[in-house]
């Protein structure tokens, strides 16, 4: 890995529109963030990514599908950031020259060989040098992960349950849209997994909850490198996941998986595990069925217990069934 090297100044413009004003912080992979400018006097986030040989492949694959995921459009998904190319020729890119193209291959899944083929291609092709990620800019959104700690500072167990059944309709909602096989990824059209919901991602927006990290990146591994990955990260990822998708097999069903264990771990402020369980403990656990729901109240539990089946066609039919199922659960 290379040394961090600054190379932009205030009042630089790394792609058309938006004009640099605070240098926030650099990183690893000659990472700089920026606060800047943009169209409209709307302030961004301006990561900027001097692109290494290690990420090359996983940052084409991601560019030339990002086109297809922003028609992926729905109240409760939180849209995804947009991303600028730089090669090494001068050219600044939003999208792949018309005539280049990536097939995809299954949503959620690896390229499979002929995309890798043709990724090689555009690599020599556009020999992309920088890359410019852009988001609104704007103080640390809330989440439910913080409304869980607000309920816990205010003397209550967890966020209540009538509140919770109301706050997840919407994400249930976005979770069943993309469910739907109807969106084209690059693979023709088929349903779109999630693969990691988790209270992190659940964003509070104003009075409704919307649903983050959709476009899920882990398909193109080499892109998620400049990444920060902690071990409450690794833990977050294991403990919210179906059986299936630890066994490299998500399917739909698997987002109603981890929103049931959402559920539950936002209503008892606990992971369904024993306390001090690893990461290899919660594999074994979640592999055999065995996730602890007893702290739920038992019509909550039932409710969950279904959504949680190993077997994912035991489950409830949508992520709405779920939580209209806990919604009678909750009833007197």
Known sequence: MSSVRRKYHVGDQPVPGYRLAT????????????EAEGPDDAQVLLTIILVHKEIQEGLLGWFSVLPLYRRVVHHHLVSVPDLWLKTADGRVLRELPSGLAVRAGKPGSSPPAAAATQLKMLISELNPVE????????TRPRTLRDRLRECREGGQRGIPGDELVRVL??????????????????????????????????VIAGSTVKVADWANLTKWKTFE??????????????????????????????????????????????????????????????????????????????????????????????CSYLVRALGIALSP
Do not use: C
């Open 225 to 318: 490198v400049h990444r920060r990955v902690t071990p409450s990260a690794v833990v977050r990822g294991i403990a919210f996941s179906a059986p299936e998708a630890l066994a490299g097999t998500p399917g739909i069903a698997s987002d109603q998986y981890s929103l049931a264990v959402v559920y539950a771990a936002l209503r008892t402020s606990a992971l369904p595990y024993p306390k001090g369980a690893n990461p290899s403990d919660m594999m074994d656990l979640i592999r055999r069925g065995e996730l602890d729901f007893s702290k739920l109240p038992k019509p909550e539990r039932r409710v969950v217990s279904k959504a949680t089946a190993l077997d994912p066609e035991k489950r409830w039919p949508t």
């Open 169 to 202: 309709e919407g994400p249930a909602k976005a979770l069943d849209f993309l469910h739907q096989p109807m969106h084209d990824l690059g693979a023709g059209l088929g349903p779109v997994v999630h693969g990691g919901i988790n209270p992190r991602n659940l």
């Open 131 to 138: 890359a410019v990620e852009i988001e609104p800019l704007g």
């Open 23 to 34: 240098l926030l912080e650099t990183g690893n992979w000659d990472m700089e963030y920026w």
